[in-house]
């Protein structure tokens, strides 16, 4: 049973009221992780990604890191720019909605959904260290705690694979829209 406790900029307070561990303070919780030696789950849009990572090497600085953003070879160069590949094991899980923020949250979500892990870092090096390894365990036993189940992939082939099943319907959608509107 491993305690689970985070961060939220919308929403701490209904969590707490839910029973949840969580702040609106993330320095407060980055300190916390870094105590605890936490494995960090960034789960935050594309968009505020570097100012997180940012934040995890001023207050985390030890601590592994997973995410869950939709396109992974942005978030993977923005992990090597910091240099912290030795210490990231990227996330996707193939389910969620819409809606975003806490009451959006929903029991079984990931209930039998795919959850890719990247392995990037374990092909750029010529030993794997077996801290990496332990990393990439523990990534995939958090995936498998959710009712996942854990798919390794680069993130190239992650990055492709999502354009093609999941952006390029939306783009096929909006120009039909914008046709049909002529």
């Avoid at 702040?23 to 789960?43: G, H, K, Q, T, Y």
Wanted: hydrophobic share 45%.
């Amino acid at each position: 049973n491993e305690r689970v406790f985070g961060y939220t900029m919308h929403g701490a307070r209904a969590a707490q009221r839910d029973g949840f561990d969580v702040s609106d303070n993330m320095e407060e919780v980055l300190r916390r992780a870094e105590a605890d030696n936490a494995l960090i789950v960034v789960a935050v849009p594309m968009a505020a990604v570097a100012s997180v990572l940012d934040q995890v090497a001023s207050f985390a600085p030890t601590c592994d890191i997973t995410d869950v953003v939709s396109v992974k070879e942005r978030v993977y160069d923005l992990i090597v720019e910091r240099d912290m590949q030795g210490r990231y094991v990227g996330g996707h899980p193939m389910a969620g909605t819409e809606f975003s923020g806490w009451s959006a949250s929903q029991e079984g979500l990931f209930q039998r959904a795919a959850w890719v892990v990247t392995y990037d870092y374990a092909e750029s090096v010529d030993k794997v260290p077996q801290t990496w390894a332990s990393l990439f365990a523990d990534v995939c036993n958090l995936v498998a705690v959710t009712g996942a189940e854990a798919v390794p992939v680069s993130v190239k082939r992650h990055d492709e694979a999502v354009a093609r099943v999941s952006h390029l319907p939306h783009v096929i959608a909006e120009a039909l829209s914008v046709v049909g509107d002529r």
